[in-house]
């Protein structure tokens, strides 16, 4: 478990830093030594210099976090046909997915990522408004029935106070 006191898992490194990581291994600093000044692990100075050497500085700089290629994703014509079925039927990722013989789980994130995930709401109801020229002409009286207790409590009869003993507000 990682704890608050703890040093950081993984360095952020700036790209700064990361062309000085890679001038201290060039003007002759070992890889480990360059690793150990900059707080950061060796695979790391070994990855950077790679990719300097095949790119440049250029290649130093920050990369979308990302993956270049998912071998296992859903093709585009299977994304297509879910899609469509779902502007055609308003079905739910359950629904789909029995139809398709795909999994819910898979369908839900193709709806996701094309941006269909949720319906749309529908328009909310427009009640009718009016004023009236007077000020208090139409007075809006909420009358409600209270209840009647037909044999009142025991704090009210042991107040001291004479009633109906059928009375109970």
């Known amino acids: ?20 990581v890679v001038m201290k291994v060039e003007e002759g600093l070992s890889v480990a030594d ?5 707080g950061v692990h060796r695979s ?3 990855r950077l210099i ?17 993956p270049r290629h998912q071998p296992r994703r859903t093709l585009a014509e299977d994304e297509a046909r879910v899609v469509a079925l779902r502007h055609e039927l308003l079905a739910g990722p359950i629904t789909l997915g029995a139809l398709l013989s795909m999994p819910a789980s898979t369908v839900g994130k193709i709806l996701r990522r094309n941006g269909c995930s949720r319906r749309e709401r529908p328009p909310a109801k427009v009640y009718p408004r009016y004023e009236r020229e007077v000020p208090g002409d139409l007075i809006h009286i909420d009358v409600k029935r209270l209840g009647r207790f037909f044999t009142p409590g025991k704090r009210i009869l042991e107040d001291g106070v004479h009633r109906n003993p059928r009375a109970g507000w």
């Open 50 to 66: 790679d990719r300097c050497h095949a790119g440049g500085w250029a290649a130093l700089k920050e990369r979308r976090p990302v």
């Open 34 to 38: 360059a690793a150990k000044r900059s």
């Open 1 to 20: 478990m990682h704890h608050a006191s703890d040093p950081p898992g993984r360095k952020r490194l700036s790209w700064e830093s990361r062309c000085e």
């Open 44 to 46: 790391t100075v070994y």
